[in-house]
DNA sequence: CGTCTTTGACCAGCGC
DNA sequence: GCGCTGGTCAAAGACG
């Protein structure tokens, strides 16, 4: 797992949008900004978010967040309310791979054809033992090239990287 | 042998 | 009520 290789590559540019409601206050976004190891800076525009919780500052940043237009499905209110029950947060990623080590691992149980979109829809639940955290993956339907990730649930586990790397020696970084 | 992916079937929610 | 769609299940096969 080399997360500081992956968050270098400049084709690697994520934007956070809501799936559910308001992200930032909805959702511990650390939990799930973790996967990039490292700090997660966004523009002037949006709020300023840190995984500076789990200890992973070294160093590597994500920068250049998309301006892509949040896709934002609208819904009823009886399915509003029903999602506003869960942990949910959904985040666009420009990378060539749909499937970002970030730190957990993931079982493959679905994969299902969109409508209006070329691109299937992946489906993956965290294989820890009591954790039904899920995530979807799919390709953006208008530019290939950017991938949709969205987490639902909270983990009720560490990342096994997490766990490594509270275990190195302080400068095992540099 | 254990774990994972694949894939068709099934189910529930929603719109008409 | 019916059809469409998204989400999940589970059997079968692949792989290490």
């Known amino acids: 797992m080399d997360f500081s290789r992956e968050s270098s590559n400049p084709n690697l540019n ?11 206050t909805e959702f511990e ?6 996967l990039d190891g490292g700090v997660f800076e966004e523009d002037s525009s949006s709020q300023s978010i840190a995984s500076s919780e789990k200890g992973l500052g070294g160093g590597n940043e994500i920068s ?21 029950q869960r942990h949910r947060v959904a985040f666009i990623t420009k ?3 749909e499937v ?8 493959k149980y679905g994969k299902k054809p969109v409508k209006n979109s070329p691109n299937p829809r992946n489906y993956y639940k ?13 390709r953006d339907r208008d530019d290939h090239s950017y991938v949709i990730t969205t987490y ?8 096994p990287f997490t766990v490594y790397y509270n275990q190195m020696p302080p400068n095992a970084w540099t």
């Open 95 to 97: 990378s060539e791979i």
């Open 29 to 34: 976004l650390s939990d799930y900004l973790m």
């Open 64 to 84: 250049g967040a998309t301006s892509k237009t949040p896709i934002i499905k609208c819904k009823t209110e009886a399915r509003e309310k029903k999602l506003e």
């Open 126 to 138: 965290c294989s820890s033992g009591g954790c039904n955290v899920k995530k979807r993956i799919e």
């Open 152 to 159: 639902e649930g909270s983990h009720n586990h560490y990342s």
């Open 100 to 107: 970002m080590d970030d730190g957990y691992k993931w079982r």
């Open 14 to 24: 994520i934007t956070f949008y809501p799936d559910n409601l308001d992200p930032v």
